[in-house]
């Protein structure tokens, strides 16, 4: 296995819910190596967005950590996890999340300029034009599709060149076709730059296509599988099952 | 300089977005409004500061009422002092070889070689119109008129005029001349004559106020100071030193109460704007937040967050202020031509400082009501990338009203400069809201009760209540523009009109002054035979008031400058044997009508007595001429002014002024319109001055009309304020609106039931706040006529319909433009994005 570039340890993650504290995440263990593809399953409320949200240091656990390129995020103040966020990893949403103010073009050169770099513009629309919109770059999301404003979205996580991309149900607002189509960029972009994929869904057949797959149940780790080798799985979810 | 540059960018999408038009505009209007009152009052200053010295004549000014002993001017002379002697009094003057010649009260200044040693003279050419500076003064037997005096007489160059008993010839025309008067309300027409045709006019008799001046200049200051204090040491109780340091204190005071007055009105407009700024900030965090959380999501900094969106408003706010200025600058010039010949003819062009002030009112507001919930923004969590469900981070309650409070306190500190006045005009602001709210609220209670026909009244019934507050607040702003607009405008004119109607019928409308005593009899005789009038003619001496129980009056430890005023001021005393028709006694006892001698007192005027702090037992001394009158305060009385019959401030019972030179005052009322009966009085006594009351009250209420409307244009702004926050509010619930719209729409319901749920909410809201309006009005409107006019009050219905229809069709306009978008989206993209 490649060196671990996430690490999370006995993550647990307890609020309250009325009276009662409510247990959401429950002692997770596992690392994933540096460029490796892992999808996160599970059922509604089993506690897949809570543990992306730990692992990209957006919300802190009740006890544990995470450890990012070897730093813990527990010694990190919120504007030093800001920091290594942007050196290290990028999202994709279910909801895409792209500013409705901007045009596609400036979506994508959103992270870039929050980071300073410097050839924002076109770098922005290289990327555009990789997922195939380099006729759309000035295009404000409400006039894209939905396919097309995860296609922008794709764009933006891959444009700053990061180590890690995590993705939150990045088809689930999608129909099946365009899902898959969705699908195939991502994992094409991805195995292209050796990034580190971490997938919180519920396809199985997205799901398939990584190298691992780990399961929660109840905020438990249930399964931690392997899926070799990730290029042999086809679009079917019987091959990885 | 990379988050300043993605900064503007963003600020650039914003725009294009119409994110922050409210905010913009609502800057642009306090900005606009606090920027026209202070440019203006800036100019007037300006202008008073700068033309002292000229409008002065002089560097300094001895004056009195009566002749100057000679010492002033030898001294001057000893010092190498400039000066130059001149007398300024009232006089009539008609053309002197025309028949049922135009008599016209004037103001006549007899001047010396040198006049004036500050300044000059502006001479016009009535045929070109050319001006120039004169040279010189008139000459003996030349009279210089102004451009009034021609107009009012027909006088020309070459014209004769009568002078008292002297004839003068027109040789100039006056275009401006150094005058204080001309910072005076309603300066009266100008005579310039030289000092040696005086003692050919017989015009200076006792009763004729006149003042004797003495103009000095000098070249180094140094002379001059040593000369005020030469004149302080040597000033007589009558004499007057004015200099361009102290130079009309009154007139400066009244224009600074009269700007403090509009400037707190424009506040009003800002405490509006304060309340829009509020909601379209708190709007903006709204819809900003899933950006801020993204920007953190992607690495940036809480501090880089939140410069991103203050860079943002900072860019937004200097723009609007930009604009704000400019539009102050034009609003300056507005108020200037509205209240143009009432306060200074020219003004200079306005100075740097007040653009920094106005400016600062936009910074302030913005940073005051924005920034917290800025601050709130940027420490967003960036867990909402993931979770859209987290509770919305909201700006500290706590930061947001210190700061807001702050704001406020700042500013209405600094446009009232006392801690009270500022106090009493946060409270009454704060108090009209609340109070407009909880009727509002109320009023939206009672609604609830009838029966509402028709899904679009039923929707936008429902609409009101639901956002109670907001609608409460919404109704609170509109109808404190409304009431200001209404009180202005259809009030102020019920008011005068019934206050004129209040004047009894025959009141008198002519004054006659300074009637010799040897003139009473004829002079009675000839207007009985002229006018068929017989008015009774009441003796008058000038006295001034020199001791209070005995002890020389200090006249310093007055606070109130009016009292000083009139403690300095000559009183017009009289005699009587019975208490005045009109006049009724309030405290002590009036002399029985055998009463003789300065034994049975002096009767004095309630209001005067209560502002010089006399009580009924204290002894007075007045001095008349060098002669003391001493006499025990009697009694004070009530007198109705309104009457506009002759009264007195101060009463004696016959024989008590007997040693004192008297002249007569007679009013009475004389058919209008038809003046012809006045020159041939003037021709008969020349030294008669007769005082148009109507004259007087028309000039008046061209003041009053004119002041009205700036203050209206003032309250405009408050107007503006009022639909901003109506605008701000539509707009910080417009998604609330396009999401149940959407629904109502895929529910089956057609546009046009959207829009007449609308018009519904909007008219009812208008119709309210009109309503409100109207309410507050009447009731200052009833306060004043109580209170200050004494007239018994009539309502207008007018009032009411004027704000209930006017409130609603502003408000439907402004709502209507506000929502317009609500309808037009299809559902599912709403629904899509919103839900």
Redesign the interface.
Known sequence: MPSPIIRAQRLSKTVQSGDAPLTILDDVTFDVGDGETLAIVGASGSGK?TL??LL?G??DPTSGDVMLDNVALTTLD??GR??????LL??V?Q?F?L????TAL?NVM??L????VPDATPRAREWLARVGLAKRTHHHP?QLSGGEQQRVAIARAFASDPKILMA?EPTGNLDNATGVEIAQLMFRLNREHGTTLLLVTHDVTIASRCERRISLAAGRLVADERCEPPASCKLSASRCA | M?TF??AL?LAA??W??G?LRVLIVAIMLAVASVGTVAFFADRVKQGLARQANLLLGADLMVSGDHPLPDVYASEAKALGLATSPAIRFNSMIAQADVKDANAVLTDVKAVTQGYPLRGSVTLVDPASGEKRAARGIPGVGEAWIDTRLADRTGAHVGSKLAVGDATLTVSEIIAQEPEIAGLTFAPGPKLLINLHDVPATHLLTPGNRATWRLLVAADKSGELDRYRTFVAAHIEPGQRVESVRDLRPEVRQTLERAERFLGLSALVAVLLAAVAVALAASRYLRRHL??AA???????????TLALFVIQFVVFGIAASAVGLVAALIGQELLAALLAGAVVTTLPSPSYMPAVAALATGIALLFGFALPPLVALANV???R????DLPRPRASALLAYACGVATIALLVGWQAREAQAAGIMLAGVAGLLVAAGVLAWLLLALLRRVPARGVSWRFGLANLRRRALASSLQIGALALGLTALLLLTVVRGDLLRDWRASLPPDAPNQFLVNVLPDQVVDARGWLAQRLGVDPQFKPMVRGRLVELNGAPLDVSHYEDTRARRLAQREFNLSWTDTLPIGNRVVDGHFWSSSARGADAGISLEEGIAKTLGVKVGDRLTFDAGGIRISAPVTSTRKVDWDSFRVNFFALFAPGALDRLPATYIAAFRAPQGDVRWLSGLVQRYPNILSIDVAEILAQVQSIVERVARAVEFVFLFTLAGGLLVLQAAIASTQDERKFDAAIVRTLGASRAQLRGAHAAEFLLLGALAGFLGAVGATAIGWALADRVFNIPFTGNALVFVYGIVGGALAVLCAGWLGTRETVREPPL?VLR?LG
């Open positions: 967005t992306l949200g990209a957006l919300d919120q504007d800001a920091a290594l966020r942007q050196r990028v999202f949403f909801s999340q500013l409705p103010a901007l400036e959103l992270p300029e929050l980071a300073g409400r939150d | 990379q540059r993605l960018r999408r914003d294009r977005a994110e899933d950006a993204m920007f953190r999501c992607f690495g940036a900094r809480v501090s880089q969590p960036p867990l990338v993931l979770r859209r993209r994005e």
